[in-house]
Structure formats: structure tokens, C-alpha cells
């Protein structure tokens, strides 16, 4: 890390460290960041691991590292520890550690991190809370995971629900900064994409839901399939489009449930673009996995409604996305979507009863009620823009930047010493 002084004014150079280059939230918050921060003058190269052959989903106007790690194999843990490791020892060379700031977004980074300002290599590191799971199963994982909060020099959340979570678990305080969307990227105006994404995900008159962030127990997709048997029992040609799901973590018992509850009420599934019989009905239910990040605007356009009744989530980057592409949110009233979300806004949903759920999806399709929540959520998504979550974070970076500097006793101190 450079130590020289003063940092109040000049621009910085940052290193952002995220653990995937798949299109998590997480991740897209990184990217997202490290453009705004661009945009204010300052250098941002972006890092993560990546297997051999892979690459990050979208291009960005952000450096990008992507530092050589070895195909993902092993348990859990394995896996962890080595991208540890990965990070570990790319930044133990000084030619990849001169930067005025590192800054981590997951517990991987953050506690590559840690072992290297233990071993004197940095001076500190700024860690982002996304939101805390309950354990990851194995308490050695859970133990790095607290490490890495524990440890940090400076916490970052982009709630306030979890910004008090983390005091109230750790006695910690973070600064809240924030989230954003893209509002040149997502909108209602349609575009080119749209009809070709419809035809290739097989997508029929509708009415269209769309569920984002593939089949996971913290995303409720389970709750979100039994909601939309039950709308199926009225509306005959009722789809539900789900997307995403590229994880470092092991889903498999999640989707065990969802395929049992899949063949209770006999429903049929595809794969996008999976060629039916002309004339034949939609499939009821699409499996669209991992698209390209271009699409993704055109996704939500397609759909009459996004269902997002998560258990757990740092912010919910797609519900502010969907409210920029003009379709209305069904969300869990929960923090932290209750942080940024009045009762105006989005159509709530108890994320525990699917029942509650399937009412909400309802009553997404009554008259009026998309061009009223299109309205709303139109505000919402103006009111959460990149550049002043990235001006929050410079604050916060300067601030300890500052500490870390007034810290170093001045060179004639060193030389009587």
C-alpha cells in the first residue's frame, strides 16, 4: 500500500478484490463501484480468481486482474482456503500490492487480506458486509468468516438493517453506503433484445414471472415454486422464469427440494430454448441459468413481474433493476428491503407463507397495478445511483486512509530511532 500523504485530495488508487467472476450480487456491486469510482477520478483495478479458461461475465471500463487459480475441486473449505491462498499470494509480490487501498467485498478476499497486514505486507484493508449467513455448515469456515470482520480496519454495509445486525453480533460499526442501479443499462424502453430473448427462453402469452438469483434456500425459490403452482390452479398459461444461480456453495439440498415439490404438482420444466411442439403450450416452468449480463434488462422487460421472496439479503440489487425496467416487485417484508421500500412501492409478501406469496403475484396483474408500481418504482431506482454510493465509499477510504497515514512516525522519527 503507498503511504505517502496527503490523501484529503488526490486521487486514489484502489484495489477491489471480489471472489467470483460470475454475476452475483456482490460481484455486480463491485463492478458497478469500481466504474463509479472511475467516473470520479480515481484508478480501480478490479481483482478475482479465476479457473483456467474462464473469464469475467461482462466487460467493464475498471482494470481487471484475474489472478490463475487451480480448477475448483474438493470440499467446501478446499475451495475457500485456496482462493485464500490465491489472493494471498499474488499480493504477497510488491509489484501487485502498490495501491493506496485494498478493499475486499467477501470474507475470501478479506481474509487474504488479513494474513497479509499480520504479515506486514499492508498496512490495513476495508471490508464490505453484504449480509451475514447463519454458517456456512463448518466451523472452521465460520471462524474465517468472523475473522475477516473482526480484523478489518475500516466496515462497509449497503443497508442499515445489517449495518445494526453487525453492531449488535460484533460490536462493530460500519458506514452505511449504499447500492445503485444502472439506469443506463435497465429501463423500460424496450429494445432489440427483448423479442429474441422471448423466443429463445420459449416464453408464451404470459402472464410471465420472472424469480432472479437461481434455486438457493437464502433466495426462497422453493416458497416461490409452490406460489406459483398455486396461481397455476387460475392462470393455465402462467410462467415462471428462473435465472442465475452460478455459486461457490453447495445448493444441492435446495434443489432436491424444489425438484420434489416440481413433480408433486406436476410441472412441466425446460431449459431455455428448448424446442417444443408447435402449437403446444408454454412451458410452465423455465430454467434459464446463467444468462448474458446484455440480456438481463431485456429479462425483466419480458416479465410481468419479478417474485423476490428471499429470506436472506444484503440489499437486493434486482428488485431496484426490475423497478428500472418497469415491472413490479414481489418482495419480502423483511429488512432490508423494508429500509429502502414503503407499502406504495413493491407488492409484499410473507417470504415463510407461499400462500401470501401467490397473492402478491395476483395482485401484480390487476388493472392499474403495473402502471402504478411502474411509477413508483421508477423513483425508486433515481433515488439509488452508483455515484453517490461511490462518493460514500471515497469518504469512508479517505477517513481511514487519514488514521492509517497519521499512524506512520515521520521519516525523521525512523532515522533518529
Known amino acids: 500500500m503507498r503511504r505517502s500523504r496527503p490523501f484529503r485530495r488526490r486521487a486514489l488508487n484502489i484495489a477491489l478484490l471480489t471472489h467470483s467472476t460470475n454475476p452475483r450480487g456482490g460481484v455486480v456491486h463491485c463492478l458497478e463501484l469500481a466504474e463509479a469510482l472511475i467516473a470520479l477520478g480515481h484508478q480501480v483495478t478490479l481483482h478475482a480468481p479465476v479457473a483456467p479458461g474462464g473469464g469475467l461475465f461482462r466487460s467493464t471500463s475498471a482494470r481487471v486482474c484475474l489472478i490463475p487459480e487451480a480448477p475448483a475441486a474438493g470440499t467446501l473449505r ?31 478476499g478479506a481474509n487474504a487480506l488479513f494474513e497479509l497486514r499480520k504479515d506486514g505486507r499492508i498496512p ?57 442501479v444502472n439506469l443506463a443499462r435497465f429501463g423500460a424502453r424496450p429494445s432489440a433484445r427483448d423479442e429474441p430473448l422471448r423466443r429463445r427462453l420459449g416464453l408464451g402469452p ?39 444461480g452460478a455459486s461457490l456453495l453447495d445448493h444441492s439440498a435446495c434443489r432436491q427440494a424444489f425438484d420434489a415439490v416440481l413433480a408433486q404438482e406436476g410441472l412441466a420444466c425446460a431449459g431455455p430454448g428448448e424446442a417444443r411442439s408447435p402449437g403446444a403450450p408454454a412451458t410452465p416452468l423455465i430454467l434459464a441459468g446463467v444468462l448474458e449480463d446484455a440480456d438481463m434488462p431485456a429479462l425483466y422487460r419480458c416479465a410481468d413481474a419479478l417474485v423476490f421472496p428471499s429470506r436472506v439479503e444484503g440489499f437486493g440489487l434486482a428488485v431496484i433493476e426490475a423497478m428500472a425496467c418497469g415491472i413490479p416487485a414481489v418482495v419480502s417484508r423483511i429488512p432490508p428491503f ?49 455515484a453517490g454510493c461511490a462518493r460514500a465509499h471515497v469518504q469512508a477510504y479517505r477517513s481511514l486512509l487519514d488514521e492509517l497515514s497519521a499512524s506512520i512516525p515521520p521519516l525523521a522519527e525512523i532515522n533518529h530511532a
Open 124 to 180: 490495513g484493508y476495508v471490508r464490505t458486509v453484504h449480509h451475514l449467513e447463519d454458517s456456512y455448515g463448518d466451523a472452521h469456515l465460520d471462524a474465517l468468516e468472523m475473522r475477516s470482520i473482526l480484523g478489518a480496519d475500516r466496515l462497509l454495509c449497503v443497508s442499515p438493517s445489517w449495518s445494526g445486525k453487525l453492531l449488535g453480533r460484533t460490536g462493530r460499526e460500519a458506514a452505511v453506503v449504499g447500492n445503485g
Open 206 to 244: 404470459g402472464p410471465v414471472f420472472l424469480a432472479v438469483g437461481g434455486i438457493e434456500a437464502r433466495k426462497n425459490t422453493v416458497a416461490t415454486l409452490q406460489a406459483f403452482a398455486r396461481l397455476r390452479q387460475t392462470l393455465a398459461t402462467a410462467q415462471l422464469v428462473v435465472a442465475g
Open 78 to 108: 478446499e475451495r475457500i482456503e485456496r482462493r485464500i491462498d490465491t489472493f494471498r499470494n499474488w499480493f504477497s509480490s510488491p509489484c501487485h500490492a502498490d495501491f493506496d487501498l485494498f478493499h475486499a467485498h467477501d470474507g475470501i
Open 338 to 386: 423494508t429500509d429502502f421500500l414503503g407499502d406504495a412501492d413493491c407488492l409484499w409478501a410473507d417470504p415463510a407463507d407461499p400462500e401470501s406469496i401467490a397473492r402478491a403475484m395476483c395482485r401484480a396483474l390487476m388493472p392499474g397495478t403495473r402502471e402504478r408500481l411502474a411509477a413508483r418504482g421508477a423513483e425508486v431506482a433515481r433515488r439509488h445511483d452508483w
